[in-house]
């Protein structure tokens, strides 16, 4: 764990004092009003703060949240139960690294650095778990193509000699006749 990749100042600190109601944070992330609500219901977003008048407040962390959890449900395609599990792992992570940069000790900073590791190698598992999966679909989906390809290719090949056909029929008088019959 280098200082510069996981120090304490990387990303939004959780006890930030920033707070947004639901109109900037649904600005900030993309989500809706709903889906946040949602995830906070889920437990994927710690419960947030209220005014006065009962509008949602959000940290800068809530929101740092909220965009993982869009990151992990868009690009990695996770459902909720792995996006909870994936969280879990930021946050035993996150206390980790916490723990690592408020010691010297330097055999606590090697087993803490060991934990370090497997929670990170737990989460290269899940990827390329999903990548496998996703690496078959693409080629479920290739296969598929290839033969609609196919297909199509031996049909233009049939409508090209019908066309032919066609043409040489009945382009000519009929044998014994003439053109009007």
């Excluded at 990387?10 to 809706?32: I, K, N």
């Excluded at 990695?76 to 980790?96: H, N, W």
């Amino acid at each position: 764990m280098s200082e510069s990749a996981e120090s304490p100042s990387a990303g939004p600190s959780p006890d930030s004092t920033s707070q947004h109601r639901m109109e900037e944070v649904v600005r900030r992330t993309g989500l809706t009003p709903r889906a946040i609500r949602y995830y906070e219901e889920l437990g994927l977003v710690r419960p947030c703060e209220r005014t006065a008048g009962g509008f949602r407040l959000f940290t800068d962390a809530d929101i740092a949240q909220l965009l993982r959890i869009n990151e992990l449900q868009t690009l990695l395609g996770f459902s909720l139960a792995e996006i909870k599990q994936t969280l879990r792992v930021d946050a035993m992570r996150a206390e980790v690294r916490e723990a690592y940069f408020g010691t010297t000790d330097p055999a606590v900073r090697q087993e803490l650095l060991d934990q370090a590791l497997g929670l990170v190698q737990s989460q290269i598992q899940i990827i390329d778990e999903r990548m496998e999966r996703l690496t078959r679909l693409r080629e479920e989906q290739m296969e598929r193509l290839n033969r609609i390809r196919a297909r199509r290719a031996e049909l233009a090949a049939e409508l090209a000699t019908a066309r032919q056909g066609a043409r040489i029929d009945g382009g000519g008088p009929a044998p014994g006749g003439t053109r009007d019959g």
